[in-house]
């Protein structure tokens, strides 16, 4: 399973934010998730146990990026994106809204053309100061698999208390300025396509109006076994109705 040892890696091509330079706010020895998905490219949660729990604070990341941002302009290396991801939830990290801030200069500084992206599942939004650095940023992609909490349990496993109504409120104040990610998978217990599934999923796209949609399959191989894909034609098919009603949707298979 895939696991970042640097704070600053790649940059690599995504299927969703081309090329895109990643930062790792996680420790850098196993996975940090309170999210245990069933596709996560890093595994178990189980499997990723953390040895030394530590995680970069705002200065090691602006050290580590402006050195990178600095090295790619010297080698001419595009950027597209600078992406928070890495080996978990990045809002787990005690200092993201002071990293988000000094992110966000550096870029303006040494790389204007790019945009700053945060891959998150969305379980922290009810913390005022993540909500408000995660407006800040080009591109919070926020995840929603599910539209119910059976569904969200069977795929992605969150730990304690997670409600999918509370996770559409706080959604609700980005008033549409955000990217919603969704995986269309099927599963022990969940399929995507099913209609119940496909029909409550697309009335909270409805509710919630995201400027941009990003729908995508399995890539990369799974800590659960037995899971399917779907093909672009096939998920193309499935939000169709929601293209038709004009919404922008970014497919990857």
Known sequence: MLHFDDIVFGPIHS???GSSLGINLLPHDGKLCNFDCIYCECGWNRDGVVRHPVMPVAADVGKALESRL?????Q?????SITFSGNGEPTLNPDFPSIIDTVIALRDRLCPEARVSVLSNATMLGREEILLSLKKVDNPVLKLDAPTDAGVAAVNGPAGKYSV???IGHLKKFEGDFILQTMFLKAPGYDSSDPANLNAWMDAVRELG???IMVYTLDRETP???LEKFTVEQMSGMVK?????GYHVQIRG
């Open 70 to 74: 600095l090295q790619c302009r010297e």
């Open 15 to 17: 299927r969703r934010l």
């Open 241 to 245: 109705p929601l293209v038709d009603e």
């Open 165 to 167: 109504h509370e996770v």
């Open 210 to 212: 995201p400027r941009e």
């Open 224 to 226: 659960m076994k037995g």
């Open 76 to 80: 001419g290396t595009h950027i597209d």
